[in-house]
């Protein structure tokens, strides 16, 4: 059975960081690409970005709302996805899931076939 | 990038109709569209894919249809736990994936 199970949610103030894992189960991690979304509070889906599995150099993707202030990463010897959330804003508050990727390399063949439960960040002073 | 515009934002309606939901892309994107849902409190869970292949273990009274610009998620004979939050969404474009605005359904 494939399982996502994400963790590392919470309270944080503006500026600060926050890390994001999402460990998985059921499947071989390392063949597939893993994604980040968001859902703001009675919002809509946003995607965040994801990262492309090893054979395809583990490469990252992000939207324009978080490059350069979020970082995908993953630990195939574990099986975990990270989110790195470094100088948060309030406007990043919001329910954050994972979901694996459909391919290994997500170029336009990549929808989202398993989702995790997702964990609640809120931003706020 | 790439903007998806889905219509209506919700929808009333009963216990065995057929419903239809629409999503419209700023540009073609390939067939590269999959449909979710969302129950409040929950992840979502994908029901098609390429427009329209059924993902594992959805009923088939969910289907698809469209190309080019132009996409539908048709639900016929609507079960009580079909009243959900629905999205489409464009993958075509890797470097920016995009969701409709979501469309909920009611029970009327």
């Known amino acids: 059975e494939v399982q996502l199970v994400v963790s590392g949610g919470g309270l944080e103030k503006p500026g600060r960081s926050l890390r994001l894992s999402c460990i998985v189960s059921?499947?071989?991690?390392?063949?597939?690409?893993m994604s980040w979304f968001r859902q703001a509070p009675g919002k809509g889906l946003e995607w965040v970005g994801f990262?492309?599995?090893?054979?395809?150099?583990?490469?990252?993707e992000y939207a324009a709302s978080v490059k350069d202030r979020f970082t995908i990463s993953r630990d195939d010897s574990k099986s975990v996805a990270y989110l790195q959330m470094n100088s948060l804003k309030t406007e990043d508050t919001a329910v954050y899931y994972c979901?694996?990727?459909?391919?290994?390399?997500?170029?336009?063949?990549?929808?989202?076939?398993?989702w995790g439960q997702g964990t609640l960040v809120t931003v706020s002073s | 990038d790439i903007q998806m515009t889905q219509s209506p934002s919700s929808l009333s309606a009963s216990v065995g109709d057929r419903v239809t939901i629409t999503c419209r892309a700023s540009?073609?994107?390939?067939?590269?569209l999959a449909w979710y849902q969302q129950k409040p409190g929950k992840a979502p869970k994908v029901l098609l894919y390429?427009?329209?292949r059924l993902a594992s273990g959805v009923p088939s009274r969910f289907s698809g249809s469209g190309s080019a610009t132009g996409y539908t998620l048709t639900i016929s004979n609507l079960q009580p736990e079909d009243f959900a939050t629905y999205y489409c969404?464009?993958?075509?474009?890797?470097?920016?994936?995009?969701f409709g605005q979501g469309t909920r359904l009611e029970i009327k």
């Open positions: 979901a694996r990727g459909s391919s290994s390399h997500c170029g336009g063949d990549c929808y989202s076939d398993y």
């Open positions: 059921g499947f071989t991690f390392g063949d597939y690409a």
């Open positions: 990262i492309r599995g090893k054979d395809y150099g583990e490469t990252a």
């Open positions: 540009q073609g994107i390939s067939n590269s």
């Open positions: 390429a427009v329209s």
């Open positions: 969404q464009q993958y075509y474009s890797p470097l920016s994936i995009t």
